[in-house]
């Protein structure tokens, strides 16, 4: 019987910041995919424009680490950020296979990118690299003509741009970031952060 290749979860993304719903997403698909692991993978510049304000590149990898500090099967893939320049999935791919070759990768994406994945850059090639594991997203069909398996996961209505906003109004984030990444963004004086009520 051969031996089982570690099946290990891809999800990318800007980070910015990271939130409650990116953990449970990562946990909901580890669990119900039968993954070994989850990497967060920040981008280092994602192919849409970062707007000024923003926490860069460096920034957004230490607030995820922070964000999946305690979980075994949780982990930070720097490579994009490493790398540098416009991040696209199928290079970084090509990267990552060559490195584990032994590995089963799999990319996690929320409906909305499911609903978009024709315009990705080489999907063709892309889906011979990778299994696609989707999850379901508010408002989002999750309808694809690319082969993707979709993962039974709760969903939440939560994104990084609506808790800038909040952090922008000095309005409360408690339970939407991890308490590190609060203090971090506090530290750091991210999103127009700049008080003492982000985190109350």
């Known amino acids: 019987m051969p031996e089982r290749r570690p099946r290990i979860g891809i999800l990318g993304g800007t980070f ?3 939130h409650a719903g990116h953990l449970m997403i990562a946990e909901g698909v580890r669990d119900a995919c039968d993954l070994d692991e989850v990497r967060f993978m920040p981008n280092a510049i994602p192919p849409h424009k970062v ?10 990898l230490r607030m995820t680490e922070l964000a999946i500090a305690g979980n075994p099967h949780f982990s930070v893939e720097k490579t994009e950020v490493e790398t540098g320049g416009i ?6 791919m090509d990267l ?11 990319f996690i994406i929320g409906g909305d990118s499911v609903d978009q994945l024709g315009s990705w850059f080489d ?18 069909a999750g309808i694809t003509q690319y082969p ?4 039974d996961v709760p ?31 506090r530290k750091e004086g991210l999103y127009g952060s700049g008080n003492d009520k982000i985190g109350s």
């Open 16 to 18: 910015n910041p990271p």
């Open 51 to 60: 707007k000024a304000g923003d926490a860069d590149a460096g920034q957004r």
């Open 87 to 92: 991040s696209y999935t199928s290079r970084t």
């Open 96 to 106: 990552l296979i060559e490195k584990e070759p032994e590995t089963e990768f799999f």
């Open 123 to 140: 999907i063709d090639g892309l889906i011979k690299k990778v299994g696609f594991i989707g999850v379901g997203r508010p408002g989002s």
């Open 148 to 151: 993707v398996q979709m993962a």
């Open 155 to 185: 969903q939440i209505d939560l994104s990084s741009t609506e808790i800038r906003r909040r952090l922008s109004e000095g309005r409360t984030v408690r339970y939407l970031l991890p308490d590190p990444v609060i203090s971090f963004i």
